[in-house]
């Protein structure tokens, strides 16, 4: 019987897991059980299904409140020893809240967590889509269907990579259409390479709204499009392109002080230093002669608004929607595709690099900054 999602339904939402996973993903019933000892607390975490040796544990919380991304990554490196193939379910005593973790890990790589929630309410059809990548036919199993062959499809199913690379083709897509309304560029290398410049303008706003940070508004950008038209009527002289994203971009994001007249065109917006705001090599040669219409712009929010926009890549918004969501990854794909090109003169260094860098420079100095302020804190004696 194939894996339904009208049928599976009711059992994510009833937080029937274990019904879920062996009724309808075709999994075996596993009874283990396992306590982890991380910072002075126990976790006990037991086993919803297993398949070949891959489990499916979870971890109910008696207080309602889910472990933190550290713990989380902790307790999953200390299962790994005993269980090595695996994802974690981590859930309220009260079953309002669901998270689902599966953790990428490569040699020599930090492990990467991919989290993704489900709430009381939610009809849950977006992490239905993933969990039934996990489906097990009873022709498969009687084929001899292998650890490594589950293991393949958790990664299929969770992986934030393969999200990734399908928003990129989307936004290939999409980049082609955004340059051919582009007008006043008339070298073919340069409008494209604008309209790269204005969508990553346009992505870096939408993680920045939806935490509120553009005038406390999430949908900022759709609703000063709205507002614009209302005001000057759609692809006047007075354009939203014109008269409101460069004024945006160069005067209000890229400048710490705005004038009264200014504010109230943009209203409260943040100083984004950088240099992704700046007045752009291509602004400068072709000026006033660039135009982009309107619907260039609704035809773009149209895109971006068919996905969930969260700052944090480990972890969902709360408040989260069945649509698929996009962290900072994303943008660092599209920057690596886009940017790294010798004409352009830049180079995106990957999460994992600036990780490193970080962690052994800032860190450190951090410490030896504090260590010279508060010796006995680091030395235990006089200082």
């Known amino acids: 019987m194939p894996f339904e999602i009208a049928r599976a339904r009711p059992l994510l939402q009833k937080a029937e897991l274990a019904k879920l996973f062996c009724e309808e993903l075709g999994w075996e019933s596993c009874r283990n059980s396992i306590e982890i000892r991380i910072n002075e607390s126990d976790y006990t975490l037991n086993a919803l299904a297993e398949k070949k040796g891959f489990v499916a544990w979870i971890y109910t919380s008696p207080d309602n409140t889910l472990p933190d991304h550290n713990t989380r990554l902790k307790l999953d490196r200390k299962l ?9 379910v981590f859930r309220t005593n009260d079953q309002a809240r ?20 489900y709430q009381r309410g939610q009809a849950g059809d ?14 498969e199993e009687e084929s001899g269907i292998s650890i490594t062959q589950v293991s393949g499809r958790a990664r299929a199913a969770f992986d934030v990579e393969r999200i990734t690379r399908r928003f990129y083709e989307r936004f290939q897509r999409e980049h082609a259409a955004f340059l051919n309304f582009i ?22 706003l939408y993680f920045v709204q939806k935490k509120g940070f553009l005038d406390g508004d999430p949908n900022y950008l759709r609703n000063r499009l709205k507002a614009m038209q209302e005001r000057h009527g759609r692809d006047k ?44 090599a291509i602004e400068e040669n072709y000026g006033k002669d660039i ?24 972890r969902s918004q709360r408040n989260s929607t069945d649509r698929e969501e996009i962290n900072p990854d994303v943008l660092g794909y599209i920057f690596e595709k886009y940017i790294n090109q010798k004409q352009m003169g830049a180079y995106y260094t990957k999460e994992d690099i600036t990780e490193y860098i970080s ?9 030896n900054a504090a260590r010279q302020k508060c010796r006995i804190a680091f030395e235990g004696g006089v200082p």
Do not use: C
Not at 82 to 88: A, K, N, Q, R
Not at 98 to 117: D, F, K, N
């Open 80 to 88: 790994s020893e005993t269980s090595f193939e695996h994802l974690i």
């Open 98 to 117: 669901q998270s689902w973790m599966w953790v990428r890990r490569e040699a020599g790589r930090p492990l990467r967590a991919r989290t993704y929630e």
């Open 126 to 139: 977006a992490l239905l889509q993933k969990i039934q990548r996990l489906y097990i036919s009873l022709e």
């Open 183 to 204: 007008k006043g560029i008339p070298v073919e290398e340069d409008r494209a390479w604008y309209a790269s410049v204005m969508l990553n303008r346009l992505m870096f």
């Open 237 to 280: 002289f007075y354009s939203f392109y014109r008269y409101f994203l460069l004024r945006l971009f160069h005067e209000g994001l890229g400048k710490i002080k705005h004038p009264h007249e200014l504010e109230s065109l943009i209203g409260k917006v943040p100083y984004i230093n950088g240099g992704i705001f700046d007045v752009h």
């Open 291 to 314: 135009q982009i219409p309107d619907n260039a712009f609704e035809a773009i929010f149209d895109y971006f608004d068919e996905y969930d926009w969260a700052l944090d890549p480990e």
């Open 359 to 367: 962690k052994n420079t800032i860190i450190p100095f951090l410490f």
